[in-house]
């Protein structure tokens, strides 16, 4: 049995002896919207800050090298936990690209509530313009405090970042 065109297409007729073994379909043919690959990150390990003046890596990062450079990466990713201690009113995360950061998306204002730990999912779709190897990775820091300690994943919770390559 032939497959045949239905609609204007890029198919007008394949012989179903034709549809043997692996196929490939070209990346030319997909359309806007196609998930082209996935990849994630995790970690366990605990990051601190006692300081309101620098950023700290959170331990958390993956890398991804897009088929395109029209490509857009969509990020999606959640620390397991965020921990104040002291008299800080937040921790401030951000997500970097290598070593630009793409912006600061996650603001937790805890309000000195000591030893609270919170969730701290975040989302992004960035536009690398790359076919290179890119990863992505986050930074915290507190937003004041000098007596505050500041900590993600303080129970080994996991904190997860996934990165999926769009047809753009």
């Known amino acids: 049995m032939a497959l045949t065109q239905v609609a204007s297409g890029l ?17 030319g043919t997909l359309p806007t919207g196609c998930i082209l690959q996935v990849v994630q990150g995790s970690t366990t390990t605990i990051g ?6 620098s950023w700290t890596s959170t331990n958390l990062s993956a890398s991804i090298t ?37 912006t600061q998306f996650v603001t937790e204002l805890l309000y000195n509530t000591n030893g609270i ?18 990863t992505y990775s986050t930074e915290f820091k ?10 993600i994943n303080p129970n080994s919770v996991p904190a997860y970042i996934t990165l ?3 047809a753009a």
């Not at 601190?48 to 003046?53: D, E, I, K």
């Not at 507190?142 to 900590?151: E, N, P, R, V, Y």
């Open 11 to 27: 198919i007008a007729s394949v012989s179903g002896a034709s549809l043997t073994g692996t196929q490939t379909i070209p990346r």
């Open 48 to 53: 601190t800050t006692t300081t309101s003046g």
């Open 66 to 102: 897009p088929l395109s450079a029209t490509s857009k990466i969509l990020i999606l990713g959640q620390h397991g936990s965020v921990r104040i201690n002291g008299s800080s009113n937040g921790v401030s995360i951000r997500l970097v690209r290598g070593s630009t950061v793409i």
């Open 117 to 134: 730990d919170v969730m701290a999912p975040f989302q992004f779709l960035d536009s690398p313009a790359t076919t290179s190897s890119t």
């Open 142 to 151: 507190l937003l004041t405090g000098s007596s505050s300690t500041a900590q």
């Open 164 to 166: 999926m390559e769009v």
